[in-house]
């Protein structure tokens, strides 16, 4: 594998993901990952409890999963991409069901990477280019103090000239292959009061993420 396909769509948008996902754990939230239908805990190799779905009662129920929810600012969803139908997306409800897997329950987080933008030369007598890709991270919050505390959030996880690790997702070895930064960043909060309840306090972040192949 060459160097440029290492750097593909589909390690820098996992890659982005799992460090974007290592952050909110740092930051007091837990993660479920729609598409594994996993709940993660913290960093560590024992903390993912799959199946969460169809299991939830009792994934809640053990003494770990309990104690690291209490001391969590709670349960974040995240996806690759936003889904195709908005209308997954939904509050969680007072009787805190959990919905099947293709229902998306708030606070959620969406990441979605494009291909690669126009290149320029990085230096003479080689092959190598800037190649910049364009970033998209929107959130979805249940009310306006989440919605804060979530813009404030990123714009920290992805301020302008924040380094990320590269990582082959592709050949499943999770090898380090290089890495990339953040620029151009910008967040804006948007709320809408007339929307579907989860779709009403958003959150988008839009930034480059540059690498040099």
Same mark, same amino acid.
């Given at each position: 594998?060459?160097?440029?396909? /290492?750097?593909?769509?589909?390690?820098?948008?996992?890659?982005?993901? $799992?460090?974007?996902?290592?952050?909110?754990?740092?930051?007091?939230?837990?993660?479920?990952?729609?598409?594994?239908?996993?709940?993660?805990?913290?960093?560590?190799?024992?903390?993912?409890?799959?199946?969460?779905?169809?299991? +939830? #009662?009792?994934?809640?129920?053990? #003494?770990?999963?309990?104690?690291?929810?209490?001391?969590?600012?709670?349960?974040?969803?995240?996806?690759?991409?936003? =889904? %195709?139908?908005?209308?997954?997306?939904?509050?969680?409800?007072?009787? #805190?069901?959990?919905?099947?897997?293709?229902?998306? =329950?708030?606070?959620?987080? $969406?990441?979605?990477? $494009?291909?690669?933008?126009?290149?320029?030369?990085?230096?003479?007598?080689? +092959?190598?280019?800037?190649? =910049?890709?364009?970033?998209?991270? /929107?959130?979805? %919050? +249940?009310?306006?103090?989440?919605?804060?505390?979530?813009?404030?959030?990123? /714009?920290?996880?992805?301020?302008?000239?924040?380094?990320?690790?590269?990582?082959?997702?592709?050949?499943?070895?999770?090898?380090?292959?290089?890495? %990339?930064?953040?620029?151009?960043?910008?967040?804006?909060?948007?709320?809408?009061?007339?929307?579907?309840?989860?779709? %009403?306090?958003?959150?988008?972040?839009?930034?480059?993420?540059?690498?040099?192949?």
């Amino acid at each position: 594998m060459t160097t440029v396909q /290492e750097y593909s769509s589909t390690n820098i948008l996992n890659s982005v993901s $799992t460090y974007l996902s290592a952050k909110l754990l740092a930051d007091g939230m837990l993660v479920y990952w729609h598409a594994a239908d996993a709940l993660q805990i913290d960093s560590t190799s024992t903390g993912w409890y799959v199946g969460f779905s169809a299991n +939830r #009662a009792s994934i809640l129920a053990n #003494a770990t999963v309990a104690a690291a929810l209490a001391a969590s600012r709670g349960i974040i969803t995240i996806l690759t991409t936003y =889904p %195709a139908e908005p209308r997954f997306i939904h509050r969680l409800i007072s009787d #805190a069901s959990w919905g099947a897997t293709d229902v998306v =329950p708030v606070p959620a987080m $969406t990441v979605d990477v $494009t291909p690669v933008q126009r290149t320029t030369g990085y230096e003479l007598g080689t +092959r190598k280019k800037w190649r =910049p890709r364009a970033v998209l991270i /929107e959130l979805y %919050a +249940r009310d306006q103090n989440e919605q804060s505390w979530l813009s404030d959030w990123v /714009e920290r996880a992805v301020e302008q000239d924040q380094h990320i690790s590269v990582v082959n997702h592709d050949d499943g070895s999770l090898a380090v292959v290089g890495d %990339a930064v953040f620029e151009q960043v910008r967040v804006e909060t948007d709320t809408y009061l007339d929307a579907a309840d989860a779709l %009403a306090f958003q959150v988008v972040a839009g930034a480059y993420l540059v690498y040099v192949v």
